[in-house]
């Protein structure tokens, strides 16, 4: 099955500043890469999502990019803020199975 | 729309206690999935559905049960609670291969 690698598990970075996490998956068929922002006490929630025929998305701060052959994925944050603060997973699903399986999570904490 | 919608909040058990954990969502999603979440580990997948009347297992499926017997509830039963249980267990719906939608959670607590 897919397995996803999700680096780093914590950090921290002074507000303004950008962020990166990266993750690896393992199984060439998938094809659809989510990203989603889980708050404190609430349910993990979509932020971000980028398909196989597509390198490099944005939605104003927060861009995905993607490498099929290296098979990897990253999530860009820019100009940080303390509401950035959060857990991020990332996520692979495919043509194999269609259910996600997820990274083990990154906590991001913007220090204002 | 309420979205994936899960009772209860919160529940203490005691050990060898029995209970089911609600799941329902109002968006016709044929996918649905249970998750744990324990700190550290991620979101790890327990059982899942692809429409009413299949269910399958995921990669901790032990000590838990599920049944799908409309499109809009999937239930998790706890036949046995085990300390090892304790855990935030998350329900999600999806339409497949695209974006998971995620209830707010159960956080169980089991002495």
């Not at chain 1, 999530?75 to 603060?85: A, F, G």
């Not at chain 2, 016709?28 to 692809?50: A, C, F, K, T």
């Not at chain 2, 297992?57 to 000590?63: A, L």
């Not at chain 2, 300390?83 to 002495?111: D, I, M, N, W």
Request: hydrophobic share 30%; with cysteine.
């Amino acid at each position: 099955g897919e397995n996803v690698e999700q680096h780093p598990s914590t950090l921290s970075v002074q507000e303004g500043d950008s962020a990166v996490i990266k993750c690896t998956y393992s199984d060439s068929a998938s094809n659809y890469f989510p990203w989603y922002k889980q708050e404190l006490g609430k349910g993990p929630q979509l932020i971000i999502d980028i398909r196989s025929n597509v390198g490099e998305k944005k939605d104003q701060r927060i861009a995905v990019t993607l490498n099929k052959t290296a098979k990897h994925f990253s999530l860009h944050i820019t100009e940080t803020q303390p509401e950035d603060s959060a857990v991020y997973f990332c996520a692979a699903s495919g043509t194999r199975s269609y259910i996600p399986t997820f990274g083990r999570g990154t906590s991001l904490i913007v220090h204002p | 729309n309420a979205g994936v919608t899960q009772t209860p909040k919160f529940q203490v058990l005691k050990t060898g206690q029995s209970m089911t954990l609600q799941c329902a969502q109002d968006m016709n999603h044929e996918y649905m999935s249970w998750y744990r979440q324990d700190p550290g580990m991620g979101l790890r997948l327990i059982h899942y559905s692809v429409g009413a009347g299949i269910t399958d297992q995921g990669e901790v499926p032990n000590g838990y049960n599920v049944s799908r017997s409309t499109t809009e509830d999937f239930p998790l039963r706890l036949l046995s609670a085990a300390p090892s249980q304790t855990s935030v267990y998350f329900c999600a719906s999806g339409t497949g291969g695209e974006t998971q939608y995620f209830g707010p959670g159960t956080r169980l607590l089991v002495l």
